[in-house]
T-cell receptor, first 110, second 111 residues
Framework: RKEVEQDPGPFNVPEGATVAFNCTYSNSASQSFFWYRQDCRKEPKLLMSVYSSGNEDGRFTAQLNRASQYISLLIRDSKLSDSATYLCVVNQEGYQKVTFGTGTKLQVIP | NAGVTQTPKFQVLKTGQSMTLQCAQDMNHEYMSWYRQDPGMGLRLIHYSVGAGITDQGEVPNGYNVSRSTTEDFPLRLLSAAPSQTSVYFC??????????FGQGTRLTVV
């Protein structure tokens, strides 16, 4: 089993839709969690950290479920500009053990 | 406001050649790292550094060397390029465990 798994998609959704991605991780000792966004042929950019109590940043909501070992990202009112690949990142044992998921591709359609 | 600067953006090497990928950051970040990104595999950590003079291996260190003589610079050296090293390489820096800033990447092809 991969340490961090994501559905590669693509998720094709109309503008204005709500879309959610999940990311599962295998190591129950994982300490911290993040979502990144990566546009085609560009560098990843940190979107948001994921806190135990869940957190929100505008149209984006991140949640952590330690019992089931997954994190989620919810995007409300999707915009065309949200089209990108979303990477899940899990930090397992301090700085040296940061694992990226392979990403979930989102395409928002007019 | 340069952030993280990587050079070159593109490079083609012949098998067996060596080269250095440059990475510099102007944010006084302690943490710097090198990743490679291959299709279907996500980003994988090659080497990282938690400060000047301190480096350590990541998940896929073989065939690569790094040094960190200053806070700003973290070059990645390919000792003897192999086709398996064809990839996109990203340098990143941060003050914490989330890599907040990535360079624009180097697309390397080894023929």
């Amino acid at each position: 089993r991969k340490e961090v798994e994501q559905d590669p998609g693509p998720f094709n959704v109309p503008e204005g839709a709500t879309v959610a991605f999940n990311c599962t991780y295998s190591n129950s000792a994982s300490q911290s969690f993040f979502w990144y966004r990566q546009d085609c042929r560009k560098e990843p950019k940190l979107l948001m950290s994921v806190y135990s109590s869940g957190n929100e940043d505008g149209r984006f909501t991140a949640q952590l479920n330690r019992a089931s070992q997954y994190i989620s990202l919810l995007i409300r009112d999707s915009k065309l500009s949200d089209s990108a690949t979303y990477l899940c990142v899990v930090n397992q044992e301090g700085y040296q053990k940061v694992t990226f998921g392979t990403g979930t591709k989102l395409q928002v359609i007019p | 406001n340069a952030g993280v600067t990587q050079t070159p953006k593109f490079q083609v090497l012949k098998t067996g050649q060596s080269m250095t990928l440059q990475c510099a950051q102007d944010m006084n970040h302690e943490y710097m790292s090198w990743y490679r990104q291959d299709p279907g595999m996500g980003l994988r950590l090659i080497h990282y550094s938690v400060g000047a003079g301190i480096t350590d291996q990541g998940e896929v260190p073989n065939g690569y060397n790094v040094s960190r003589s200053t806070t700003e610079d973290f070059p990645l050296r390919l000792l003897s390029a192999a086709p398996s090293q064809t990839s996109v390489y990203f340098c990143a820096s941060s003050t914490g465990q989330a890599m907040a800033f990535f360079g624009q990447g180097t697309r390397l092809t080894v023929v």
